[in-house]
């Protein structure tokens, strides 16, 4: 019995670190608010075996949205600024664009008149620039534009401008046995340069919003090139009709933080057994933005008005955050 | 020292137990033939640090075909007989099939008349059966069918008719780091029915033809309704496209079984580094099937003319398999 003692001093070390870990905060960049709290209750609830909450592991299916929800969107969802940028790149092969609306007015950097182009100056930039290529040479194009890009505001890499609580949150849900999907109306193969590096979502399950795509062979080598015609508008009723294609599962977990997101947040919770909802809600001027009812990117009018009756969680970034986005 | 011995002696058995895990045979239906080697090969160099074709765990994408690779397809692919089933379970609704092709037909029994309506009556029947209903009770529908359809020649449920060395390959590849998909020709809301709990893929790892779908209310709750217009059409061109969009990945390894494959099998070994493709050919008439160019399902013709020049493994079923279903 007494050699074992070692043995059993050993264990006991084990158990108390093990202890000790469980019980280091998960979620140290959000304050200790009723918000950080109905989550936390959340999770051990479900997770926990026996509990008449519990959910199997192969049934934590965790959706994300990404613009506003993961990092900023402000002035502009970033995937704006990469357009604009890729359409003055391109404009020395496309000397017609001087005199050709939208593009005319973005390379004078006249946002207005791109403004007044609205939905059909939209898709026409996007095609010309987020089709014709192949997938790879579109990857390529979006790595070097976020290795170069600086936010115009604050100088940063757009990819440093996410939320570092939501990457906690992100981390926190994944030890505790959920799937991490992102479901976004940004497009897909824009977010899947950089999703797996900045949040830890595989490409496999990061869904948007997508273009058509054809199998051809170029330079005698087969490809993936992208058409200029929309394959999912992966927004508003797009989002459950996209995780329904995609995962085939109902999320037992939804974030996002703009109408666009109420249809995702809307079918998470109709689902049987306790399930999850929450809004980020952009109170912060000084260290972010403040805006809801009133915005262009990120409108939040109708999720707003029904998230207590939903019984879906309002995240007050100003009051429930510490730290917005990584200190570097 | 001597009170440490015990430990010492713990951990030796434990070594040797690991050790002989390690070398029991992860493929113990198929022969010890080129086949078998060639795979168990291709794991243990992408599979070893330091090896030059090493291939990092995020990256081992594996995609499996479904019809004729996974489970038989004879005398027709196994959603063709859910399909039939369902226009006689649903015929007392639609008196007006008596009189309508491919309705007519399929009641009478007369499969030379629903196969005169060619495509397009098969297109009519799909719309007529997969579509109309909430992908609740779809599913519902196909668990309830699975239960009770018997194969009309082997009056097996046609989940046993999966290929026993084809889920040891499954396992086999998991177990070495590979995350496993379908991507199959079949129906996706058809497979991810069973192909959680039949192969261990998960709905979320399981690609397939689909029809669009909207979001609803019905009966003041929200579901997702099957529509019948086409999204995706899983076969031929459409795989490589279908991987493209739900995995975002190029797959390190192949299988497939049919001229439906080929390009599968050419996008995953056109990639750089070391690639794996494999076609299983139904060479086996007694124990299966024996089929391949001139096989309404499951043609296999031009694949098998490139397979070795494209440096693609050929399974022969009746000499490299030492079962083909699993013994119940």
Redesign the interface.
């Known amino acids: 019995m007494k ?1 074992l003692l ?2 059993f001093a050993i264990h006991l070390l084990l158990l108390l670190a093990t202890g000790a870990a469980a019980q280091s905060d998960p979620l140290p960049s959000w304050n200790d608010s009723a918000s950080k709290r109905a989550i936390v209750d959340f999770v051990g609830s479900v997770t926990k075996e026996g509990s008449p909450d519990y959910i199997p592991p ?1 049934e934590r ?1 965790a959706t994300f949205d990404n613009d506003g929800t993961l990092w900023s969107e402000q002035p502009a969802y970033f995937q704006v600024f990469y357009l604009i940028d890729q359409v003055k790149r391109m404009a020395p092969e496309h000397p017609e664009w001087k005199t050709r609306e939208p593009f005319a007015s973005v390379l004078k950097g006249d946002m207005k008149g791109v403004a007044a182009s609205g939905e059909k100056g939209l898709l026409e930039m996007l095609a010309a620039t987020h089709s014709g290529m192949t ?1 790879e040479q579109f990857a390529d194009n979006v790595r070097q534009w976020l290795a170069t890009a600086r936010h115009p505001k604050t100088g940063k890499p757009f990819n440093q401008m996410v939320y570092q609580p939501m990457l906690e949150l992100l981390n926190y849900l994944r030890a505790n046995g959920f ?1 991490t ?1 992102i479901v976004s109306g940004g497009g ?2 824009f977010m ?1 340069v950089f999703a ?1 590096q900045t949040y830890g979502v ?5 869904i948007g919003s ?1 273009l058509k ?3 051809e062979m170029r330079d005698g ?2 490809a ?1 090139v992208k058409l200029p015609d929309i ?1 999912l508008i992966d927004d508003k ?1 797009g989002k ?2 996209g995780i ?6 109902h999320p037992v977990f939804a974030a996002g933080n703009s109408d666009g997101d109420y ?1 995702m947040l ?2 998470t919770t ?1 689902g049987d057994g306790k399930r999850f909802a929450l809004l980020v809600h952009h109170t912060d001027e000084k260290r972010e933005w403040a805006y809801d009812r009133d915005s262009t990117f990120g409108r939040l009018d109708k999720a707003l008005d029904n998230a207590k009756k939903n019984g879906w969680l309002i995240v007050d970034m100003k009051n429930d955050w510490k730290v917005i986005h990584p200190q570097q």
Do not use: C, H, L
């Open positions: 050699r070692p043995i192969k299916i997938s799937k999907f897909v193969d899947r797996e595989p490409p496999e399950q990061t997508s795509a054809k199998y080598k087969p993936i394959n009723d459950p009709v329904y294609q995609y995962i085939g599962r249809q809307e079918w109709s």
